[in-house]
């Protein structure tokens, strides 16, 4: 069976590929404790992706007859190679942005004086929280997870630099509300 999957799909096979079988709630505090910070997925869909992903036979289901009825979920040959498949293409989909403050800046000579100000200031004290989230996370990374540990420290290593230049330039922002630099070199 032909199946089109998408990045939750993708996320769903790789935690189970590198953790072993989940149930639903076993893959929601995995996504919690790894890919929320930047690829955050409703709790819902954690429930139904495994669902669709057993029917086109790369995740297969086991439930449990008695007790709590659990339903748990193993990486079959197919999702192992979907997901090989995956992560030796290097191409994927142009990256979304959907960056409510962006709006705002976008429409900013709609609104008053010192709403800029305002939006900036914000705007920075939130990229220093999640580069300070990150900067914690990378410092609770236990080297000794082997290759585990070398993923999760190149992820945090970019989360860490995207969010340090987003504090930047809303710092930059905050303190000249009014320049423009337009022809700022390497801008």
Known sequence: M???????????LGLIARHGPMTPYELKARVEDGVDYFWPIPHAQLYRVPVRLTAAGLLREE???GGRRRRVFHLTDA??????RWLADPHDADPETRDPSQLKLYFADLG??????????AQAAQHRRWRDTY???RA?????????????SRILRLGILHEQAYVDFWEWLAANPDRVDLDEPGV
């Open 79 to 84: 999702g192992s190679a979907e997901l090989r």
């Open 135 to 137: 900067l914690q996370h």
């Open 2 to 12: 032909s199946v089109s999957t998408g990045p939750q799909d993708h996320i769903v």
């Open 63 to 65: 439930a449990e007859d």
């Open 112 to 121: 008053g004086p010192g709403d800029v100000v305002a939006l900036a200031r």
């Open 140 to 152: 609770d990374t236990d080297a000794s997870d082997g290759v585990e540990a070398l993923s999760r």
